[in-house]
């Protein structure tokens, strides 16, 4: 404004010949663009102090309390997309709205005090018109902004499910089942489709925008030949200068140009970062997991017990568990079995407070558990969960994530309680190989051998009670006998009390000293395992199915006395029970193999390794498999199982060998006709399968046929499951919904 004034005035001088007074002028206007100049390096250096100042904080601030969510506040998809909005570059929107509001301050100062001395200078009417017309620019740049971030809103949606349809398309654990079933056109065009709407979403809110700007522009117009109409006059009747129009007419001019492309962008970084401010302040409110005073102190575990304890998942109706009553007492060996989804899972969750009942009691050494801080229930409970992360760091680092040189000792003790010991001597680095094929030198393992690793990570915590999801899900029987037989051990030796979750009850029943039977989230049986199976035999109970084989001889044979547990209990009651050996008087005809039959699947002489220096998986494979026949491949963790099914579905190519599949090389085949009415498999892990938001979704991208759907899921068991996410479901539920 003060550069307007004296270049006013400098005019005035030069036309009228007073060169001494236009030097003085001219030297006063070059301070003030010096001065400009000046300030505009000031405002440079506030800016990046800003930034300096403000980027920590907001990551201090906002990732503290991300961590500090409750876990069920992390399950919910409006709180999903509001915390992709705040955590997309917050810092830089926010910096945006600081700025703008300085450079709004700034340009309300100089163009306010330009539009007074309009108003001295024209006649009166020109006052209310430039009112309306100003008016009109913040409503058109408010009303942007205000549509940009509302798109921003709908468009995160959009994007979140177009980055997981991505996500499936590029990632390679996921790979083998895009491949095998062919689903990659598929998923290519959820993620095209998702990605189109994210995209008409945003180019609608830019129209508004391009409305906006081009409504401005003819504002600007209107405003500047107005000011010229309005100052023309004054400078013909020798009211006004030639310096001032001159001067005036320029500014506004320029202040047009500002008003069309300065104020809108301006007004729309205000209010989108107002916007982002409402999202950061619905996180900052959001309830934390609170601190007790005492969160310090060392717990020692006592006891453990569920008063009358029921719960639902947030935003889902179905009770997980009903009524729900146990105690667990220190120094024991506790086994919780019962079928898929009956709630086993459920209850390690609300045991570690990730999840509150929603009515009953849990009670830690006979108080509360919510006296007790989350940290400290934390450092007392050690959990290896069903669905473990896998990090693609070092072995090491998996086993004790963030762990410094000093723990090495404990860590290699923990590998070798978990039998790490055969895997570690594969890995070419040994303890420091790292994982996956993230690095260069990246090693895959097999899911046993992946469970063994999540098992050290478990003996790495000094926790009196540890509590194991179904961990015995991916190991061979081998395996899964040694690392029950390493949890007894740990049990009567060091006093560590053990819960367990387990479906496979004929491995961990002679463990354990205490059953709790479950069957749609409630306790139908509580006692020790011997008389467990007595208890569900005389209710006829279908989970007497799940006894060991030994418990289902005893009772189904009219058994007395003491209920034999194990093989060995099982041979030592029937020499008791038959002194004399029993003549066996007739046996069930056995099934002839088809020797002669076509041939539907034949390996000859594979030979497979991953890597070129790396050791052979298959090392000379072969196998005919006759139409018509069930075939089972077993062995132990890492002996190539998985390998061979990827080699019989050309996922993996042998250097060496042939595969046919119905008489024909499978390289031969197309991707369409080999995985349509000739081939499927059911992969390891089910999740991969999954793409849309509820099971019946999934069903119908296979089928139409609504018949097809309701009989195959009534073979299944997930008739019950349809309209839930397949993600919601546990593990079991997962493999037959897969299946």
Not at 49 to 64: N, T
Request: net charge negative; with cysteine; aromatic share 8%.
């Amino acid at each position: 404004f003060l550069t307007m004034l004296v270049s006013a005035r400098f005019i005035d001088l030069v036309l009228n010949q007073r060169m001494e007074e236009a030097i003085r002028d001219a030297c006063l206007l070059g301070a003030l663009i010096l001065c400009q100049r000046l300030g505009g390096n000031l405002d440079t250096w506030m800016r990046i102090h800003q930034r300096k100042v403000l980027f920590p904080y907001l990551d201090e601030r906002m990732i503290g309390k991300i961590s500090r969510i409750p876990y069920g506040f992390l399950e919910n998809t409006e709180i999903q997309d509001a915390l992709e909005r705040v955590s997309k570059d917050p810092e830089e929107v926010l910096n945006g709205v600081l700025e703008s509001g300085f450079s709004m301050v700034c340009f309300l100062i100089s163009n306010g005090c330009l539009v007074v001395w309009l108003i001295t200078q024209a006649p009166v009417w020109i006052s209310p018109v430039i009112v309306v017309l100003l008016v009109g620019f913040g409503f058109f740049a408010v009303k942007g902004g205000q549509k940009q971030y509302e798109a921003k809103k709908e468009v995160t949606l959009g994007k979140r499910k177009a980055a997981y349809a991505e996500e499936i398309l590029g990632n390679r654990d996921a790979a083998n089942e895009r491949v095998l079933f062919g689903f990659g056109d598929w998923v290519n065009g959820i993620f095209l489709k998702e990605r189109q709407i994210a995209r008409l979403r945003e180019r609608k809110a830019r129209r508004w925008w391009f409305i906006g700007m081009n409504m401005g522009g003819f504002l600007a117009i209107a405003l500047s030949i107005l000011v010229i109409f309005a100052l023309i006059f004054p400078v013909v009747q020798g009211n006004t200068s030639v310096g001032v129009f001159v001067s005036l007419v320029t500014s506004f001019m320029a202040m047009a140009q500002n008003l069309t492309w300065q104020l809108p962008g301006m007004l729309k970084e205000m209010e989108q970062g107002r916007q982002l401010l409402g999202d950061m302040k619905r996180i900052l409110e959001l309830p934390e997991y609170e601190e007790k005073p005492d969160s310090s102190a060392v717990l020692s575990f006592e006891s453990l017990e569920f008063s009358h304890v029921s719960f639902h998942y947030p935003n889902t109706e179905a009770m997980v568990l009903k009524d729900m009553c146990f105690r667990i007492e220190k120094g024991h060996h506790y086994a919780f079995v019962g079928r898929n989804g009956c709630g086993k899972s459920t209850i390690v969750k609300l045991i570690l407070r990730l999840y509150e009942p929603d009515s009953g009691e849990i009670l830690l050494n006979g108080e509360k558990i919510e006296t007790f801080s989350r940290e400290q229930i934390w450092k007392l409970f050690g959990v290896l969960f069903q669905d473990y992360a896998k990090y693609p760091v070092s072995v090491a680092d998996n086993i004790a994530p963030g762990a410094d040189a000093g723990q090495r000792a404990k860590i290699a003790k923990a590998a070798e309680t978990s039998e790490l010991d055969n895997v570690l001597e594969k890995l070419p680095q040994g303890m420091d190989t790292v994982l996956g094929k993230i690095a260069e030198d990246g090693v895959d393992v097999s899911g046993g051998e992946w469970q063994r690793i999540a098992m050290a990570r478990l003996y790495y915590q000094d926790a009196e009670l540890k509590i194991l999801d179904e961990p015995t899900a991916q190991l061979d029987p081998i395996a899964a006998s040694d690392f029950l037989n390493t949890l007894r051990k740990i049990n009567a030796e060091l006093g560590t009390t053990i819960l367990i979750t387990e479906h496979r009850v004929e491995d961990i029943f002679p463990y354990a000293d205490r059953a709790v039977v479950m069957d749609g989230g409630r306790v139908i049986a509580n006692d020790t395992p011997r008389n467990i199976g007595k208890r569900l035999w005389e209710e006829k109970n279908d989970m007497f199915t799940a006894m060991p084989t030994p418990v289902r001889v005893f009772y189904g044979s009219g058994g007395t006395g003491a209920c034999p547990l194990t093989v060995r209990e099982g041979r030592n009651w029937l020499s008791d029970a038959f002194p004399t050996q029993p003549e066996i008087t007739e046996l069930p005809a056995q099934p002839q193999a088809e020797e002669d039959g076509e041939i539907a699947l034949s390996l000859r002489e594979l030979w497979f390794r991953y890597e070129k220096n790396s050791p052979d998986i298959l090392r000379g494979a072969s196998v005919e498999v006759i139409k018509g026949s069930l075939h089972a491949i077993v062995g132990g963790n890492g002996a190539g199982k998985s390998t061979t099914l990827k080699a019989v579905c050309g996922i993996c190519r042998p250097y060496r060998g042939k595969v046919k599949v119905l008489g024909k090389p499978v390289e031969k085949y197309k991707q369409q006709e080999l995985f349509h009415g000739c081939l499927a498999m059911l992969p390891q892990d089910p999740k991969s399968l999954f793409v849309r938001k509820t099971v019946l979704e999934d069903l119908q991208e296979m089928t139409q046929n609504e018949q097809d759907i309701r009989e195959t899921a009534e073979i299944c068991q997930i008739t019950s499951l349809l309209k839930s996410h397949p993600y919601d479901l546990s593990g079991g539920e997962q493999q037959r919904a897969a299946l």
